[in-house]
């Protein structure tokens, strides 16, 4: 079993900046790669990044390359999603997963609660 904890949402102003974090525990989580999702209201869950913790290899929805940054930090068991430029449309709850890394939601098997993220106009 995984247990995943998301930190850092909130609300910032269109330009600004915000980083996520996502705490992992259990006993088999370094086998998985983690990736991190959002769903804004009324739309599907959207893939984001992912990375796997292994070679911290990454990938990005090309809605945020460039903008946003997925890194891993092996001693604090912990990835962290930095997301700068942001905009309103990054408007979403953020959840962290484990899984394949890929973009598919339904390669992960566990999930975090979610975070709220609200850029303003």
């Known amino acids: 079993q995984v247990q995943l904890v998301e930190s850092g949402g909130g609300l910032v102003q269109a330009g600004g900046s915000l980083r996520l974090s996502c705490a992992a525990s259990?006993?088999?989580?370094?086998?998985?790669?983690m990736g991190w999702f959002r769903q804004a209201p009324g739309k599907e869950r959207e893939f984001v990044a992912t990375?796997?913790?292994?070679?911290?290899?990454?990938y990005y929805a090309d809605s945020v390359k460039g903008r946003f940054t997925i890194s891993g930090d092996n001693a604090k068991n912990t990835v962290y999603l930095q997301m700068n430029s942001l905009k309103p449309e990054d408007t979403a709850v953020y959840y962290c997963?484990?899984?394949?890394?890929?973009?598919?939601?339904?390669?992960?098997?566990?999930w975090g609660q979610g975070t709220q993220v609200t850029v303003s106009s």
């Open positions: 259990g006993r088999t989580f370094s086998r998985y790669a």
């Open positions: 997963a484990a899984g394949v890394g890929s973009p598919s939601p339904y390669d992960y098997n566990y």
């Open positions: 990375i796997t913790w292994s070679r911290g290899i990454t």
